[in-house]
């Protein structure tokens, strides 16, 4: 497993404004994962941050709305701009660790909930 | 037709009874098979992870996996009332990880 730390853990933000979340890791991982739950929905699979290249993006996100940064192997960034009422959601970072059978298994940081007014 | 399928519920079992989760999957090339359960305002946390047709018991949680039948499922023996959560079904295929909707389990004493 993996201890994620994500912050802010909530926010309320205005209509307009743009909001970026972080994501620590304590160990090294390969692959990171930004997902958004939606209230009362399941998990939505927002981008994959790989360090050293760019984001890739999941159908209906784009790059322009939801800038992603991963500098190392340890962190990544997610900004969620000009934000509307529909953005609010909780944002979770995630990575996949190396589990039984040597296949990768998915952890998920504490998660930010996003109120935009 | 949704990758993974799962019933939303809610699903209550008395305390002390077996909670029976059921999940389908849609791609036969799927590799591996996860259970996670969230607390309402909590992030998913993993119980459970499932590879080869059979069963997998950990604690009072057992994972049932039927590959022909692209068939997972949950088993909760003795339920508790901190069992009380949402289950949520995933599936690994081909390095993506699908969720399902989740059940809700409520447990009444």
């Known amino acids: 497993s993996a201890v994620i730390s994500q912050k802010p853990s909530r926010d309320i933000c205005q209509r307009g404004t743009s909001l970026t979340i972080q994501c620590q890791v304590d160990?090294?991982?390969?692959?990171m994962f930004w997902y958004r739950q939606q209230p009362g929905q399941s998990l939505t699979l927002i981008a994959t941050?790989?360090?050293?290249?760019?984001?890739?993006?999941e159908s209906g996100f784009v790059i322009d709305k939801f800038p992603i940064s991963r500098p190392n192997l340890t962190f990544s960034t997610l900004t969620v701009s000009n934000m509307s009422p529909e953005d609010s959601s909780i944002y979770l970072c995630?990575?996949?660790?190396?589990?039984?059978?040597?296949?990768?298994?998915?952890?998920f940081g504490e998660g930010s909930r996003l109120t935009v007014l | 037709q949704k990758e993974v399928e799962q019933n939303s519920g809610p699903l209550s079992v008395p305390e002390g009874a077996i909670a029976s989760l059921n999940c389908t999957y849609s791609?036969?090339?799927?590799?591996?098979f996860f259970w996670y359960r969230q607390y309402s305002g909590k992030s998913p946390e993993l119980i459970m992870s499932i590879y080869s047709n059979g069963d997998k018991e950990d604690g009072r949680f057992t994972a049932q996996l039927n590959k022909a039948s692209q068939y997972v499922s949950l088993l909760i023996r003795d339920s508790q009332p901190s069992d009380s959560a949402t289950y949520l079904c995933a599936v690994n295929s081909w390095g993506k990880f699908q969720f399902g909707a989740g059940t809700q389990v409520v447990v009444t004493p």
């Open positions: 160990s090294q991982v390969t692959m």
């Open positions: 941050a790989n360090q050293g290249s760019e984001a890739t993006y």
């Open positions: 995630s990575v996949e660790t190396s589990g039984d059978m040597n296949t990768g298994e998915l952890f």
């Open positions: 791609d036969r090339g799927s590799q591996s």
